[in-house]
């Protein structure tokens, strides 16, 4: 099989607290399974709420960059 290369953008999602409205979520090292369900327990770096997410803040996903 050969290699192929092509050029990514990274992109980072971050979460904001829902009860301060400025800290962000971080994803604290600790998730559960409920049923079929992988949770991540997550943690305002402002405020201290815990909320639980079926993602992991922050997220990094990445874009294809197609050539011009």
Request: glycine share 8%.
């Amino acid at each position: 099989m050969s290699e192929t290369h092509s050029m990514v953008r990274v992109r980072r999602t971050d979460y904001v607290c829902d009860h301060c409205g400025e800290g962000r979520m971080v994803h604290t090292g600790s998730n559960w399974m409920i049923g079929a369900d992988r949770v991540y327990v997550h943690r305002c770096e402002v405020c201290g709420a815990q909320v639980s997410f079926l993602k992991a803040y922050p997220l990094t996903d990445f874009q294809t960059e197609v050539p011009q």
